[in-house]
């Protein structure tokens, strides 16, 4: 159980173009969803902190226009780089949270160039 | 706010070998701790987890991690490892009653070699 899928795995986009990348909870209702980001041979970084059906949550220093979060539903949170740059380009990773638990449950990752 | 270091970014050993990778933290309030795995091209998976009780943490496939609160530290080890177990480990803190938000370590890439 407590599975998190991402899609897509990998991405390759235009610099200027937008990119959504979606985690759904597979088998439980996640209350809160949470984005991270991960450069290479780094640690993740918080980016933002989602609950269904209210406004995301960003950490200091993330453009909330530039990463656009919805929490739409129990099982779904997406998040949409928009008017991508080549700097965008990382590994973003979510998590999901069921209930007031204290584990979080990991998707396996989008990997998104920018060209 | 909290913060983790992982004292080594790399730890090479030989295939059942005992091995500790090291995680100290930083916090003015009392936090809960965990250790990550990544697999290449992978998101994390938990190891284990220390919420309370006792200091002795038990998790999956073998490994264990001691809470030494008078030290700040979270040690993780495994008696004995095995080839699979070559991946990127992350120490985790989360503070007790804030946002549980997870604040991450920078990781401790585990090779195993034969």
């Known amino acids: 159980g407590a599975v998190v899928s991402q899609h897509p795995s990998r ?7 937008s990119v ?24 993740l970084m918080l980016m933002a902190t989602s609950n269904e059906g209210s406004k995301a949550t960003y950490e200091q220093g993330v ?31 979510c998590s999901a949270r069921q209930g007031f638990g204290f584990e979080q449950y990991f998707g396996p990752g989008t990997r998104l160039t920018v060209t | 706010a ?23 933290y930083s916090s003015s309030v009392s936090v809960y701790l965990f250790w990550y795995v990544q697999y290449p091209n992978q998101g994390l998976q938990l190891l284990l987890k ?26 993780l080890r495994k008696p004995s490892v095995h080839i699979s177990d070559t991946a990127e480990y992350f120490c985790a803190v989360s503070a007790q009653g804030g946002s549980e938000k997870l604040v991450f370590g920078k990781g401790t890439k585990l090779t195993v070699n034969p």
Not at chain 2, 5 to 16: C, K, Y
Not at chain 2, 50 to 75: C, D, M, P, R, W
């Open chain 1, 11 to 17: 991405v390759i986009c235009k610099s200027g173009t």
């Open chain 1, 20 to 43: 959504k990348i979606e985690c759904r909870s597979l088998d439980f209702q996640a209350t809160t969803m949470f984005w991270y980001r991960q450069f290479p041979k780094q640690s």
């Open chain 1, 63 to 93: 453009e909330k226009d530039k990463f656009l979060i919805n929490h739409a539903s129990l099982t779904l949170s997406t998040l949409t780089v928009t008017s991508a740059h080549p700097e965008d380009s990382s590994f973003y990773i």
């Open chain 2, 2 to 24: 909290q913060s983790v270091t992982q004292l080594d970014s790399q730890v090479p050993v030989f295939e059942e070998a005992p091995v500790e990778l090291r995680c100290n």
């Open chain 2, 50 to 75: 220390y919420l309370s009780g006792s200091t002795l943490v038990k998790g999956i496939n073998g490994f264990e991690a001691e809470f030494n609160k008078s030290q700040t530290s979270f040690h």
